[in-house]
């Protein structure tokens, strides 16, 4: 029976970070914002106090038990359901992380606690970090990140070019653009302005592909998202949806590895498949498994069917 890990997941394809280990130290949903297009619903705590919401031991615990057993990876990602530096006890698993292997470190972050000294200290400790930047002013801020009323989006910019001056790593950012929010002209030059504040390495455009917390938010056609990314730079790409091409070569995948992943995002059959590196027809059989037992449903959008954990 394989071992069912409560804090790491995968590794899985990523579009940005190949075969990529998970690891959630956040409980869903306990975030600094409440973007109008997570994949993973509203927030049920919206706050800025860190402290240790997993307990980090126990996470090193696993994490040394799975590199033990042969982990075989692109990537080590601190990510999951929540907004990871919340979690106090980040820094010391970066530092166990890099004692243990040589694998390069991942934190996916919002940003939005970067101006805080502690947590650009823990972040230092990664090789990538992946922040977000939505919107190019206050207003437009609050209407697609819903924060915190103790986070501004200056906040969030000069805690980002704080840590650029301290970070020896890369920074990609991702900018997540909303039809009819931030995709006009004099939105993408203001985002443009702040983007030359940060200077990231990379920028990764992303849109909505997935269900999202409201569900009026529209994606942005291919075609808009390579004219807005030409506009920000050549820095800028668009990042694609993940395929089947980083398979896992050892897919003794069970209904629970399927329940896991879903469990963080809803997926479609394909992402499903991709992901885990199986066939269409035996994440079906894992799929009819779940649904049976009431711990998975599904539901339809954009003419494409979805399933998400309930």
């Not at 409560?6 to 990529?20: E, I």
């Not at 009431?294 to 339809?300: I, P, T």
């Amino acid at each position: 029976m394989p071992r069912q890990y409560k804090y790491l997941y995968g590794p899985v394809p990523s579009r940005r970070l190949g075969r990529s280990l998970g690891i959630d130290i956040v409980p869903l949903k306990v975030c600094t914002l409440d973007c109008v297009y997570c994949q993973l619903g509203r927030s049920s705590e919206k706050t800025t106090r860190r402290r240790e919401y997993v307990p980090i031991d126990a996470v090193i615990e696993e994490l040394a038990e799975k590199i033990g057993s042969g982990l075989d990876a692109d990537f080590i990602t601190i990510a999951g359901s929540g907004e990871p530096t919340l979690n106090s006890g980040l820094g010391k698993l970066l530092k166990a992380a890099s004692d243990i292997t040589d694998i390069p470190l991942t934190v996916l972050t919002n940003g939005t606690l970067f101006y805080r000294e502690d947590v650009r200290a823990d972040c230092a400790q990664a090789d990538v970090v992946m922040p977000s930047l939505d919107a190019g002013d206050e207003p437009t801020f609050r209407k697609i990140n819903r924060p915190h009323r103790d986070i501004s989006i200056e906040k969030l910019v000069s805690g980002l070019c704080a840590f650029r001056e301290e970070f020896a790593g890369r920074i990609w950012l991702e900018v997540f653009l909303v039809d009819g929010m931030n995709t006009d002209t004099e939105q993408v030059a203001k985002i443009k302005g702040l983007i030359e504040r940060i200077r990231p390495d990379k920028i990764h455009l992303n849109t909505a592909v997935r269900p999202t917390a409201d569900a009026n938010v529209k994606k942005v056609a291919i075609e808009k998202l390579q004219t807005i990314a030409a506009a920000l730079g050549d820095s800028c790409e668009v990042i694609a949806d993940f395929s089947a091409r980083h398979q896992l070569r050892h897919a003794e995948t069970t209904a629970q590895d399927v329940f896991s992943m879903l469990k963080r995002r809803p997926c479609s059959l394909q992402d499903i498949s991709a992901g885990l590196g199986i066939s269409s027809s035996l994440a079906v059989k894992h799929l009819a498994s779940l649904q049976r037992r009431g711990l998975v449903e599904s539901y339809e959008k954009n003419r494409t069917v979805f399933f998400k954990a309930t």
